[in-house]
């Protein structure tokens, strides 16, 4: 079946930052946690330096209505940029009980932008940075 997911790059810190979403959306790694050190090298090329080998090749986390998030470690060591983030995660809530329970997990050693609060449009609306940099938007449409 096709899906749209959405891959996040972390500076080393992958695997910290998927256990921290783990927590927060209170769900299961899809398969297997993938370090570099687990690809095999090419006939002639050295094996992975051990702070390489360690890092995140790929971290996957389903959290709402069947959108996965993917990430990896992009450190600068292996010719990776980290550019910032150009993309907000809107989490479209059931309730606003959930709305309120994922914005408090996320808002840890993060920035609030907005508190989730009643807008004009009869919606519960909130934004924040997390802790690794991420953007969230919160939107629920139940009373």
């Not at 996965?68 to 983030?85: E, F, H, T």
């Not at 059931?94 to 994922?102: F, K, V």
Request: proline letters at 7%.
């Amino acid at each position: 079946m096709a899906r749209t997911s959405t891959w996040f790059h972390f500076a080393g810190n992958a695997e910290e930052a998927f256990n921290f979403y783990r927590s927060v959306f209170q769900t299961d790694f899809l398969g297997p946690l993938v370090r570099f050190g687990d690809l095999r090298t090419a006939p002639g090329q050295p094996p992975w330096p051990p702070e390489q080998a360690k890092l995140v090749m790929k971290i996957a986390l389903p959290i709402l209505g069947g959108h996965v998030i993917i990430g990896n470690d992009a450190p600068a060591s292996m010719g990776r940029r980290i550019q910032g983030n150009n993309v907000t995660l809107n989490l479209e809530t059931d309730t606003r009980a959930e709305t309120d329970r994922l914005f408090a997990a996320l808002k840890e050693g993060g920035t609030v932008e907005y508190a989730p609060t009643e807008m004009p449009w009869g919606g519960y609306w909130g934004s924040l940075i997390d802790r690794y940099g991420n953007e969230w938007m919160f939107s629920c449409e139940a009373k």
